[in-house]
Nanobody, 110 residues
Framework: QVQVAESGGGSVQPGGSLRLSCAASGIVFSSYVMGWYRQTPGQQRELVATIRAGNTNYGDAVKGRFTISRDNAKKMVYLQMNSLKPEDTAVYYC?????WGQGTQVTVSS
């Protein structure tokens, strides 16, 4: 059974940084595309970043500020978020293959 769990969310002031982590189990980790998505109330879930075989893809809203990375040995995927803005406030979800985590809240506010 595939399990995915996020951690690292929290509250930060504008301009600050956070790093989200995602742990996966029950899969051959290196074979899957991984990604981060986010969602705010009443809105569709939107792409933040994906990574597969070293290739990365970012949503326009986060390009140049966020970095996705993975550690296949640890079965972890990370999202380093810098220069955070209030509009980055959302629940962030980790996706591994077709399995989603429960989400972690990120709040950017002064």
């Amino acid at each position: 059974q595939v399990q995915v769990a996020e951690s690292g969310g929290g509250s930060v002031q504008p301009g600050g940084s956070l790093r989200l982590s995602c742990a996966a189990s029950g899969i051959v980790f290196s074979s899957y595309v991984m990604g981060w998505y986010r969602q705010t109330p009443g809105q569709q879930r939107e792409l933040v970043a994906t990574i597969r075989a070293g290739n990365t893809n970012y949503g326009d809203a986060v390009k140049g500020r966020f970095t996705i990375s993975r550690d296949n040995a640890k079965k972890m995927v990370y999202l380093q978020m810098n220069s955070l803005k209030p509009e980055d406030t959302a629940v962030y979800y980790c996706m591994v293959g077709s399995t989603w985590g429960q989400g972690t809240q990120v709040t950017v506010s002064s």
